[in-house]
């Protein structure tokens, strides 16, 4: 299912069906701490909290009771299920373990961004889970498959089983679910440089395309890396020319945590002010990071996606798929019938805009990768596969 395709209320559907018949433990499973939090607040949307008691099992605070210890986890679980009532488990791929070490009985697992799974350190968990829940779902956007019995792959049948369904990224564009792509390659120039100059370089690269490329207003960066990222923070002045633009800065690591421009917040409130900056219209915002938004967290309202770092074919259309979300005001307007799915000339946004620096010894090749793989993405209607040779 791409991105923007309904994964996680695909997931809340089946849970409502599920809990009806009578109490159930259910599992969801995410590849970072700040996605299971937005997928708990996607179920409970939908889940009164007089049907299930949540847990949380993976490191860092939240408002629900909170684990990893495995025998907590049972005691949490096995209490809840002695009284005829049903938990939902939500947790990372890294804590999985832990949820299996628990020895609890499973009724329904979801995984989320599941091309996750198959890594080395995961894939135990995730295979004891498969072969023994009752009911096993793996959704993602980017299915990565193996050629080589060394490695795992979800192409491995007794774990994955078969593909039940297979949405094409086309008809979600035509029936207003999803924006297509537009790619803007941007001609820097010169080379981009290494090292300590590196920061400087992109910094006025991007100062430069803030200023000059259109649709601006909410823009992802997807960073190089965490250390020039930092570098052009502290050491450039790219966070005080950006505030005098009117915009606000969001930025998160997974060492250093979540910040608002100068100011550490917690997780929790950077998930709150995405979310709201999204929301608001007049809100001009930047979100940098480096490979934490690129899967499943969604970041309402974005115009732009600036590619700043080389990527493979998953983590190009995780990123691309951050900003092809229909701007809130369509989606009121489909809803209230003023709007037809699909008339993108109508739409207040008609496209995700993601922008390319183009060195001149960088960027050649990200830009024939991500023409690729949204050729075979958005035009053809099939997954972006990434496929393990050796």
Not at 7 to 36: C, H, N, Y
Not at 128 to 144: G, M, Q, V
Not at 193 to 213: F, H, P, Q, S, V
């Amino acid at each position: 299912m791409p991105t923007g395709a309904g994964k996680s209320f695909t997931m809340v559907a089946d849970a409502l069906e599920q809990l009806k018949s009578g109490p159930k433990t259910i599992v969801v499973v995410a590849p970072r701490i700040l996605l299971a939090k937005q997928l708990r607040e996607d179920f409970m949307k939908f889940l009164p909290s007089t049907w299930v008691h949540v847990c949380h099992v993976h490191t860092g605070e939240t408002v629900y009771f909170n684990t990893t210890k495995p025998e907590k986890i049972a005691l949490f679980n096995n209490t809840a299920r002695a009284a005829s009532e049903s938990c939902i488990i939500f947790t990372t791929y890294n804590s999985l373990h832990k949820v299996v070490d628990s020895n609890i009985h499973v009724d329904t697992v979801y995984f989320d961004e599941s091309h996750n799974s198959i890594k080395k350190n995961f894939f135990g968990a995730t295979r004891n889970l498969s072969l023994n829940s009752n009911r096993c779902y793996f959704f993602t956007a980017t299915p990565k498959y193996s050629h080589t019995s060394s490695k795992p792959g979800m192409n491995d049948t007794e774990v994955y089983n078969r593909i039940i369904y297979n949405v094409p990224a086309p008809r979600l564009i035509n029936d207003g679910s999803i924006l297509p792509p537009k790619i803007n390659t941007i001609r820097v120039g010169s080379d981009r440089l290494k090292g300590e100059e590196a920061a400087e370089r992109d910094c006025m690269t991007l100062l430069d395309t803030i200023y000059n490329e259109d649709h601006m207003e909410k823009v992802l960066i997807a960073a190089p890396n965490t250390k020039v990222m930092l570098r052009m923070l502290a050491e450039t002045d790219f966070m005080t020319e950006v505030q005098s633009m009117g915009y606000d800065l969001l930025w998160i690591t997974s060492k250093h945590g979540a910040f608002l421009n100068d100011r550490k917040i917690t997780r929790e409130e950077f998930f709150s002010l995405i979310q709201e900056f999204g929301a608001d219209p007049d809100k001009k915002f930047i979100v940098m990071h480096y490979s934490i938004l690129s899967e499943g967290i969604s970041v309402p309202g974005l115009t732009s996606l600036i590619l700043m770092r080389q990527m493979n074919v998953i983590e190009m259309c995780q990123s691309v798929g951050r900003v092809i979300r229909l701007h809130l005001d369509d989606i009121k307007r489909i809803q209230n019938g003023t709007l037809t799915p699909g008339k993108l000339e109508d739409y207040t946004k008609s496209f995700g805009l993601v922008h390319v620096p183009v060195y001149d010894n960088v960027g050649i090749s990200t830009i024939k990768r991500l023409q690729d793989v949204v050729d075979t993405v958005f035009v053809k209607g099939q997954p972006a596969i990434s496929t393990i040779k050796r």
